[in-house]
């Protein structure tokens, strides 16, 4: 049965930096979102099954890097020059279908971690 878990959230300073991690039970295309206090949850950046295509949100783009290590069915959301909006609890989710490429439609994807909070604050 696929099961993901997200670790690596905390406190940083804003400009900071931390890296996320989400442990597969299997191996598919996956994607980082976030949700926000009072904000509904929002795709963050995605990465496919094969190919290792990856999509980003524009408010991401130049500051998130998602990668993934197929030998450890590992999946990372290198994040830095954090702000102070990025604040959420982040999610990742494993989309069964698609596998050539990616889309951050919530939608799209099947099975989710339980999430990890990240915070930036001074």
């Known amino acids: 049965q696929l099961r993901l878990v997200e670790s690596g959230g905390g406190l940083v300073q804003p400009g900071g930096s931390l890296r996320l991690s989400c442990a597969a039970s299997?191996?598919?295309?996956v994607g980082w979102f976030r949700q926000a206090p009072g904000k509904e949850r929002e795709g963050v950046s995605c990465?496919?099954?094969?190919?290792?295509?990856?999509n980003y949100a524009d408010s991401v783009k130049g500051r998130f890097t998602i990668s993934r290590d197929n030998t450890k069915n590992a999946i990372y959301l290198q994040m830095t020059s954090l702000k102070p909006e990025d604040t959420a609890v982040y999610y990742c989710?494993?989309?069964?279908?698609?596998?050539?490429?990616?889309?951050?439609?919530?939608?799209?994807?099947?099975?989710w971690g339980q999430g990890t909070q990240v915070t930036v604050s001074s």
């Open positions: 989710a494993a989309d069964l279908r698609l596998v050539g490429r990616c889309v951050l439609s919530e939608s799209e994807y099947d099975l």
């Open positions: 299997e191996f598919t295309s």
């Open positions: 990465i496919s099954k094969i190919g290792g295509r990856t």
